[in-house]
């Protein structure tokens, strides 16, 4: 699986970036309000059949998706500037996404629509929709006046929900109507009332409920068949994959954080996270330290190319379309990477284990067995764990210790500008303890060493490693409270026991 989406980190509020500082709750925080905010463009899926032996079929699809205009429901969401010029320049498609975009609409915004219809408060929250309407209604009541019974005609250019609009729009409006739909047309037909209620009533009507229902719901349809599959699902960096899954498909995230993974657990028992796997292998195999997904691909298939033993992959005869060129950041063919990354890494490590002598043709069911570690482990980027653990607790967090930064003789100084001043020698995430004291937090102790020995005689920073019990704005207001408490003690006691005079 791999998605496309209009955003990935909000700006709003001016605090959501991720930071070396978030736990994987706070972390989930933040994210869910990016994810409230930005929407699905693209969904990629690829299907990996282990047809015989040791060869994997695969037929991998793309979706467009767009939020469903069906009903009452008109969802709002954002777009990043950096994400749409990014994806232009890898050539996505912009006008599927707006114009032929496959509709989808979680539990509780079906909820909302299924009782609109079944109490008959329609209302069309689309303004094109209501000017596409406008014109039929205006086309069907000039023919109306002068048609006889059973005489039809034909409604042209709608697509979509317009379909379901118009015909039950029309048949609110006029009782002496009956509609059908024809691929992108409508057909309506003047009937008597008695006519009319014969044909509500039948099995075959176009517009029922679950019929409008399971339309509306478009690609949630697929993704509820995902889920009653119970397949292994696989993914790189899948953490916002996972939360958009969640809140587009299935109901709006939680504000728990433990809630969120449980309900990601019911859903997908088995998550696999290639980026997870990686990261191991690239210890283990001393494979160069590369991340995107395409350089990973590209460095497993040149270990070893001629292995006998290598699961062999080939794309489906009616999907070959990836066979004959990459397309970075297309979703279709990043989730064939995400596939093919997680069988040659399974592969490498069922090599590892046996000592390189593998049999010929390991099964699946054995390459589980060899990643069982790195099931349900999502990588957490930057952050205090490696990964976020679905199927129980998170690992505690580990940091390399944190850096206290005091400023002498440089007025004025604020946490960007602290950043800029270690930018350039590594990288640490920065926040402010007191008016001139900063905390700097780095994921790898070099660069804890590096700043201790380099700015050892910096003429403005004087750098050390935090201690709660020195450092701590709470210790030290406890410190000075107790202190006072005590002089106020002493003053008392010596004050008391001081003779009376007479």
Request: with cysteine; aromatic share 10%.
């Amino acid at each position: 699986l791999d998605m496309e989406f209009t955003g990935l980190h909000s700006t709003f509020p001016q605090n959501n970036q991720p930071s070396l500082f978030d736990s994987p709750a706070e972390r989930y925080l933040k994210a869910r309000q990016s994810v409230q905010r930005f929407t699905v463009t693209q969904l990629g899926l690829a299907i990996f059949s282990n047809e015989n032996s040791n060869k994997y079929v695969v037929h991998s699809y793309n979706f467009f998706l767009f939020p469903s205009t069906l009903g009452v429901t008109d969802v709002e969401f954002t777009l990043s500037a950096s994400s749409i010029q990014f994806l232009s320049h890898y050539g996505f498609d912009y006008n599927k996404f707006l114009k032929d975009g496959i509709p989808y609409m979680n539990e509780v915004q079906e909820k909302i629509l299924s009782q609109h219809l079944l109490e008959g408060s329609w209302k069309v929250s689309s303004a094109l929709d209501r000017d596409v309407l406008k014109k039929a209604i205006d086309e069907v009541t000039r023919w109306i006046g002068a048609a006889e019974e059973e005489e039809t005609m034909i409604l042209q250019d709608l697509s979509g929900s317009q379909i379901f609009e118009v015909q039950l729009v029309l048949r609110q409006a006029l009782p002496n109507v009956w509609t059908q739909p024809l691929g992108d047309k409508v057909m309506v037909k003047k009937v008597s009332p008695q006519h009319r209620q014969l044909l509500e009533n039948s099995p075959d009507d176009c517009c029922q409920k679950e019929l409008i229902l399971l339309s509306a719901r478009g690609f949630t349809n697929l993704f509820q068949t995902l889920v009653k599959a119970k397949k292994p699902l696989v993914g790189h960096n899948m953490l916002m994959d996972l939360m958009h899954l969640h809140d587009k498909f299935y109901k709006p995230l939680p504000e728990s954080y433990e809630e969120f993974k449980r309900n990601i657990h019911n859903l997908f028992p088995v998550l696999i996270d290639t980026k997870t796997i990686t990261k191991s292998i690239w210890k283990k195999c001393q494979f160069p330290p590369v991340s995107n997904l395409l350089e990973v691909y590209a460095a497993l298939c040149s270990k070893d190319p001629k292995d006998p033993t290598c699961p062999v992959i080939a794309l489906a005869s009616d999907c070959s379309k990836y066979a004959e060129k990459k397309s970075p950041h297309e979703a279709g063919y990043d989730a064939f990477l995400c596939g093919s990354v997680l069988l040659k890494s399974a592969h490498l490590l069922l090599c590892r284990f046996t000592d390189d002598a593998v049999e010929a043709d390991p099964s699946f069911s054995q390459y589980l067995t060899v990643l069982a570690e790195y099931l349900n482990k999502v990588n957490f980027i930057r952050g205090g764990v490696s990964s976020i653990n679905f199927s129980g607790e998170d690992a505690p967090c580990r940091h390399p210790p944190l850096l206290v930064v005091h400023v002498q003789g440089w007025p004025g100084l604020n946490e960007r500008q602290i950043y800029q001043e270690f930018k350039a020698l590594c990288r640490f995430d920065v926040r402010r303890l007191s008016k001139n004291q900063f905390i700097l937090l780095s994921n790898k102790f070099k660069h804890v060493r590096l700043v201790l020995r380099d700015y050892k005689h910096h003429p403005h920073l004087r750098i050390s490693v935090y201690r709660h019990w020195r450092h701590s704005p709470r210790v030290n207001c406890l410190l000075q409270v107790s202190s006072i408490v005590a002089l106020w003690s002493l003053l008392a006691f010596v004050l008391g026991g001081a003779p009376c005079c007479s």
